[in-house]
């Protein structure tokens, strides 16, 4: 800037008595005027002509300040979110004069200059008090440009390190949720994105009575975020609880960055482990139902179809279009699910006409069901410590010679999905199919892992998930499982509120006959019922 554009911008800030802050471009346009500080007149991210890690927007702010002080954190925050190539705060006299011919003078005291730094703990830096024209006189374009060469290496730096999504969690505590409930819920998220494939680089909080309706957690905090996110690197921000469309379009307007919730994780969890035909059907039915009321555009405007001045024209829009073919898709899918839903019917039928009792394994994503199963028949099926490891029902037959009757009996046990606290609506709905196995079984077993510091919670979720099923289950045995990582104070607490469940190590192959017995009272008591 010259001395005389500041000059005019500090006598009409003196003039109205109000800050004031001009934007201007690399060609030295003026291309924004806002009235007060640059936290109050910030464009916004969507705004911005161009914005990344690896670079600055090509805009510099010079604000006026009625006080003699450098800029505050927040207008520095509001510099960092905007990528400014510069932020200059010059301090007014609260006097001046116009010269001869129109030019005002006099109006300015001083100036501070900031700008970002390319550090990983040090966001930027605020020079000491600059007389005007030694600001004036110094080569911003030069600078600039070393500025964003070494912003550009530290972003080619971080690319090469990673070739996964880097997350930043966040999460919200409301009146409703007690810190334990909320810090074991903050810990589940961070390996569901994990299991997805991300990297969680940092974890932030905020405790409030209710979300807030327009971006769920407070706007200071909606600040803080965006500045740790370019601070840290992040390139994705996942929520811990469900978020509605206007929600996620507000965050990702006001942030920067791609904003997912906690459901579109376990979708994208989901998505990767669907190996059969049938599970990568209810995925993409899953996946279409929570996507199609996310679809964006720009309101009545983007309708060929609202009525009124300037939404009237020929044939539909994209978006209309869009949305048709995705409803078409989700009917279709919806289709597959019924035909899918009755050929297990049938296969269940075949089952009880053979007159062979059948028991489901339950249980929190994790807990050891595919291990269990492997365990008990001598199975071979996919089986790892991670969430949502396996997603399609398997049924294997088990041999057992019953202690009492001395008979030898056949049982099939079903290892079903995992479930997982606030089961995602869309998902309880495509997984009908696979979840009716748990309410046509004879039995259950309620599998639950003691190893896990939240299991109490965990068993208490299944529970809630098996008593919305529209058909009751059969009657269940609770088995805690992972002995062998559990000391002797969990297992004396969980066998004094339990004292009817059996503890076991499937993967040690600890207490199994004993189930095995427990299966065959449990599949008499059914039967005779």
């Given at each position: 800037?010259?001395?005389?554009?500041?000059?005019?911008?500090a006598?009409?800030?003196?003039?109205?008595?109000?800050?004031?802050?001009?934007?201007?471009?690399?060609?030295?346009?003026?291309?924004r005027?806002?009235?007060?500080s640059?936290?109050?007149?910030?464009?916004?991210?969507i705004?911005?002509?161009r914005?990344g890690?690896?670079?600055?927007?090509?805009?510099?702010?010079?604000?006026?300040?009625?006080?003699?002080?450098?800029?505050?954190?927040?207008?520095?925050?509001a510099?960092?979110?905007?990528r400014?190539d510069?932020?200059?705060?010059?301090?007014?006299?609260g006097?001046?004069?116009?010269?001869?011919?129109g030019?005002?003078?006099?109006?300015?005291?001083?100036?501070?200059?900031?700008?970002?730094?390319?550090h990983?703990?040090?966001?930027w830096?605020v020079?000491?008090?600059i007389?005007?024209?030694?600001l004036?006189?110094?080569?911003?374009a030069?600078?600039?440009?070393g500025?964003?060469?070494?912003?550009?290496?530290?972003?080619?730096?971080r690319?090469?390190?990673?070739?996964?999504?880097?997350?930043?969690?966040v999460?919200?505590?409301?009146?409703?949720m007690?810190?334990?409930r909320?810090e074991?819920?903050?810990?589940?998220?961070?390996?569901?994105?994990?299991?997805a494939?991300?990297?969680?680089?940092?974890?932030?909080?905020?405790?409030r009575?209710r979300?807030?309706?327009?971006?769920?957690?407070?706007e200071?905090?909606?600040?803080?975020?965006?500045l740790?996110?370019?601070?840290?690197?992040a390139?994705?921000v996942?929520?811990?609880?469900?978020?509605?469309?206007?929600?996620?379009?507000?965050?990702e307007?006001?942030?920067?960055?791609?904003?997912?919730?906690?459901t579109?994780?376990?979708?994208?969890?989901?998505a990767?482990?669907?190996?059969?035909?049938?599970?990568k059907?209810?995925?993409?039915?899953?996946?279409?139902?929570?996507?199609?009321?996310?679809?964006t555009?720009?309101g009545?405007?983007?309708?060929?179809?609202?009525?009124g001045?300037?939404?009237?024209?020929p044939?539909?829009?994209?978006?209309?279009?869009?949305r048709?073919?995705?409803?078409k898709?989700?009917?279709?899918?919806?289709r597959g699910?019924?035909?899918?839903?009755?050929?297990?019917a049938r296969?269940?039928?075949?089952?009880?006409h053979e007159?062979?009792?059948?028991?489901?394994i339950?249980?929190y994503?994790n807990?050891?069901?595919?291990t269990?199963l492997?365990?008990?028949?001598?199975?071979?099926?996919?089986?790892?410590?991670?969430?949502?490891?396996?997603?399609?029902p398997?049924?294997?037959?088990?041999?057992?010679?019953d202690?009492?009757?001395?008979?030898h009996?056949?049982?099939?046990?079903?290892?079903t999905?995992?479930?997982i606290?606030?089961?995602?609506?869309?998902?309880?709905?495509?997984?009908?199919?696979?979840?009716?196995?748990v309410t046509?079984?004879?039995?259950?077993?309620?599998?639950?892992?003691?190893s896990?510091?939240?299991?109490?919670?965990?068993l208490?979720s299944?529970?809630h998930?098996?008593?919305?099923?529209p058909?009751?289950p059969?009657?269940?045995?609770?088995?805690?499982n992972?002995m062998?990582?559990?000391?002797?104070?969990?297992?004396?607490?969980?066998?004094?509120e339990f004292?009817?469940?059996?503890?076991?190590?499937?993967h040690?192959?600890?207490?199994?006959?004993?189930?095995?017995?427990?299966?065959?009272?449990?599949?008499?008591?059914?039967?005779?019922?």
């Amino acid at each position: 800037m010259t001395p005389e554009f500041a000059q005019r911008v500090a006598a009409a800030s003196t003039e109205i008595g109000q800050a004031v802050c001009v934007y201007l471009n690399r060609r030295g346009q003026v291309i924004r005027v806002g009235v007060g500080s640059p936290r109050q007149t910030q464009i916004p991210a969507i705004e911005l002509p161009r914005y990344g890690d690896e670079r600055l927007s090509g805009i510099r702010c010079i604000a006026t300040s009625l006080k003699v002080e450098p800029p505050t954190d927040s207008d520095l925050t509001a510099m960092a979110m905007q990528r400014l190539d510069a932020l200059v705060t010059v301090t007014l006299t609260g006097k001046g004069f116009q010269k001869r011919g129109g030019g005002a003078t006099g109006y300015i005291r001083n100036a501070y200059f900031a700008h970002l730094v390319p550090h990983p703990e040090a966001r930027w830096t605020v020079s000491p008090q600059i007389d005007l024209e030694d600001l004036t006189a110094q080569n911003l374009a030069e600078f600039v440009e070393g500025l964003e060469a070494d912003f550009e290496k530290q972003y080619i730096a971080r690319e090469v390190e990673s070739d996964h999504d880097r997350v930043l969690i966040v999460g919200l505590q409301t009146a409703d949720m007690t810190k334990r409930r909320f810090e074991d819920g903050m810990v589940e998220l961070g390996r569901l994105v994990e299991t997805a494939g991300g990297e969680v680089l940092k974890s932030l909080a905020q405790k409030r009575a209710r979300p807030q309706p327009k971006t769920v957690i407070g706007e200071g905090k909606v600040q803080e975020i965006a500045l740790v996110a370019q601070t840290i690197g992040a390139n994705l921000v996942v929520f811990n609880r469900d978020l509605s469309p206007i929600q996620t379009r507000n965050l990702e307007s006001y942030i920067g960055l791609r904003v997912v919730d906690r459901t579109e994780v376990i979708l994208d969890i989901f998505a990767q482990r669907a190996q059969s035909g049938a599970g990568k059907l209810q995925v993409e039915l899953a996946q279409l139902e929570y996507a199609l009321p996310r679809l964006t555009g720009k309101g009545k405007a983007m309708s060929r179809l609202g009525g009124g001045i300037g939404t009237r024209g020929p044939g539909e829009t994209k978006l209309e279009t869009e949305r048709r073919a995705i409803q078409k898709r989700i009917s279709h899918l919806q289709r597959g699910v019924n035909q899918l839903q009755a050929h297990r019917a049938r296969l269940r039928q075949k089952r009880q006409h053979e007159e062979v009792p059948s028991i489901a394994i339950v249980g929190y994503t994790n807990a050891g069901k595919s291990t269990l199963l492997n365990s008990l028949t001598r199975a071979e099926i996919y089986a790892a410590d991670q969430l949502f490891a396996t997603l399609d029902p398997t049924t294997r037959r088990m041999a057992v010679r019953d202690a009492e009757t001395e008979e030898h009996k056949q049982i099939l046990l079903t290892d079903t999905v995992g479930f997982i606290h606030e089961l995602p609506p869309s998902l309880f709905d495509a997984f009908r199919a696979t979840l009716e196995e748990v309410t046509e079984a004879d039995a259950l077993i309620h599998l639950v892992d003691l190893s896990h510091p939240a299991w109490h919670s965990q068993l208490r979720s299944v529970m809630h998930i098996l008593a919305q099923m529209p058909i009751a289950p059969g009657p269940a045995v609770i088995v805690f499982n992972k002995m062998d990582q559990v000391d002797g104070d969990r297992f004396m607490a969980a066998k004094e509120e339990f004292p009817q469940a059996l503890f076991i190590s499937a993967h040690d192959n600890l207490g199994l006959e004993t189930l095995r017995q427990r299966l065959c009272q449990l599949v008499r008591y059914a039967i005779a019922v």
